[in-house]
């Protein structure tokens, strides 16, 4: 038996964020990388779309490509002391796949790496948290997945964390991220080189619930 899981809402579309003015929520901690949606003016958007919202908003800034498992520990040290009801990632596939680890170690500080990559007795969430991704680029698809890899720079290993229960609540999909990022064709290019990279993950990784064969896996290369 085999199970396909997406987000249960899916907005796309021109004024997609605007769906955020509708969010019911008291706290969302915010996570993004670099400064891009800051001069892009896209942050300020979606701080004013949760104001509206009458939801409490935190920033986590400056997650890097492929998150470390620092950053991922950091951020769940900060949920835990602001409280949210909501986890918004924001950006391409780092922000997200590190605002997932972040989300589950808030929810279970006891957790380990080892526990969920290896997908053994994975934690039920949404005991604290929901989760919403906003995507800006168009590749690994981590804002509708169950994925995340978390990277162990002391020790050079890379943990697959892929289990239904980290796929995002939902998914906002606005043209306007894209449209507003100078360097959307290299994003596209280091998005392309990331889902690669992630479909190697898999290869090396098949230890998880989630099938990715080999038949999966060579589609994916033509495709891309």
Known sequence: ????????????????????????????VIV?????LKRSGVLD?????????NIET????????DPSVESAMEGAKIMEE???????????????DAAKAMWIFYEHPDATFEQISSNEN????RNKAKFLAISSTSGTAT???????????DTGIKYPIANFEITPDVAIVDPLLPKTNSLHRNGCINTR??????ISTSTIHGRTSITCNKTHIRRSYRLI
Not at 193 to 198: E, F, K, L, M, T
């Open 82 to 96: 602001f409280g949210p009801d909501w986890i918004i990632a924001m950006g391409g596939g780092s922000p997200i």
């Open 1 to 28: 038996m085999q199970r396909f899981t997406l987000p249960r809402d899916v907005y796309f579309g021109e004024n997609a964020l605007d769906y955020l003015k509708e969010l019911e929520g008291e706290k969302a």
């Open 45 to 53: 958007i979606v701080l004013n779309n949760l104001k509206e919202a």
């Open 58 to 65: 935190k920033l986590i800034e400056g997650i890097s490509p």
């Open 122 to 125: 994975f934690p039920k969430m």
């Open 193 to 198: 080189n990331r889902s690669i990279c992630r």
């Open 143 to 153: 804002e509708v997945t169950a994925f995340s890899v978390i990277t162990d720079y």
């Open 32 to 36: 993004i990388g670099g400064g891009s």
